[in-house]
């Protein structure tokens, strides 16, 4: 019987469990920089049996839609505070992996560039920028990255067929609609030592997209929900499309597949993991409400997340509960 808890392999890493936190926005900071908060916060993450921690976004460009609620790549400081951050999460034999996107396309002096409007020049200004960032948290002593390429970011649009109507190498079939992040693979793979994860959301064709990014580098996916409409269809058993595709994905590749959320408690995890090819779960706003949950489901004082899903930390940008706020 697998569990939760189990120690096991993740490709190249060893985790101490199965649960993956996944990042979102980062509220605290000080003038760009990571707080004493954005530190404790990560040490209780990795003090408390999470196997696998994904920082809050990081962000490739200035002035992309969500640069004011994210860390930025390019501050000064970054590989130096982000290094003790590494550190922080390896003490406690926990891997870290960082999130690296962006929404909106401001390269080669223009802004919101749309995808079928991107040159030759700007797809290489794109791949380069990301390959240097890539070598930055490399250096700051990351194990991984995690390229964003689902929900709403950029990538997404990229590779969705109805949004990339190009007509040359980087549009048309699912091979060229990937093959500017399959480039951007095979150089972080030639020149670092990082593992690359790559967040996808569960489209038509991801069965697809996901054996393409296997066969070029990859060695992990997230599975996730596109940003509209919620991934769920009712049906006499009420089964959730993201759980089906997760689990025919992870039963067709040979890396290891997370799920993108939407269980929250112990028993239904462990049911999962025992009944399916799925063997990693992520959570975001469970480890929000209360970052060390985990240890209370292992001493089985608690077996069930008590975060009530309101969504504000979403809708609000912001890394801290504020239901938590209110009650104080």
């Known amino acids: 019987m697998k569990d939760i808890f189990d120690e096991c392999r993740f490709r190249d890493l060893t985790l101490k469990s199965r649960i993956v936190r996944t990042g979102l926005w980062e509220s605290q900071k000080e003038m760009g920089n990571l707080s004493p908060e954005i530190f404790l916060r990560y040490e209780r993450l990795a003090k408390n049996h999470v196997g696998l921690i994904v920082t809050e976004l990081i962000s490739l460009y200035a002035h992309d839609r969500f640069s004011d609620y ?36 401001n390269v080669n002096g223009k802004q919101n560039v749309d995808v079928n409007d991107l040159t030759l020049e700007d797809i290489r200004q794109i791949q380069s920028d990301y390959i240097v960032a890539a070598k930055k948290i490399s250096f700051a002593g990351f194990d991984g990255i995690q390229i ?18 190009r007509h040359d190498d980087y549009g048309g079939n699912t091979f060229k609609r990937l093959k500017m992040i399959l480039e951007i693979i095979k150089v972080i793979k030639d020149t670092t030592d990082l593992h690359i994860n790559c967040r996808v959301n569960a489209s038509d064709d991801v069965l697809e997209i996901a054996k393409l ?80 949950f ?23 940008k912001t890394s ?7 009650e104080e």
């Open 70 to 105: 994210s860390h930025s790549i390019n501050n000064p400081k970054f590989i130096k505070e982000f290094k003790y951050l590494a550190e922080i999460t390896h003490e406690n034999d926990v891997p870290i992996f960082a999130q690296l996107g962006f929404v909106n396309c």
């Open 148 to 165: 964003a390429m689902g929900n709403n970011y950029y990538f997404s649009k990229l590779i969705d067929l109805k949004e990339n109507r």
């Open 213 to 292: 990014l296997e066969k070029y580098g990859a060695d992990s996916l997230q599975i996730t929900k596109p940003s509209s409409p919620q991934y769920f269809r009712k049906d006499s058993k009420d089964k959730n499309i993201l759980f089906e595709i997760t689990d025919e994905i992870a039963g067709s590749v040979n890396i290891p597949v997370i799920l993108g959320g939407g269980l929250s408690d112990i028993n239904s995890i462990n049911d999962l993991i025992n009944s399916t090819a799925i063997e990693f779960v992520s959570m975001q706003r469970p480890f929000v409400f209360n970052p060390t």
């Open 294 to 316: 985990l240890s209370e489901w292992k001493n089985g004082s608690e077996v069930e997340s008590l975060c009530r899903t309101c969504n504000n930390c979403y809708w609000k």
């Open 320 to 326: 801290t509960c504020h239901i938590i706020a209110e």
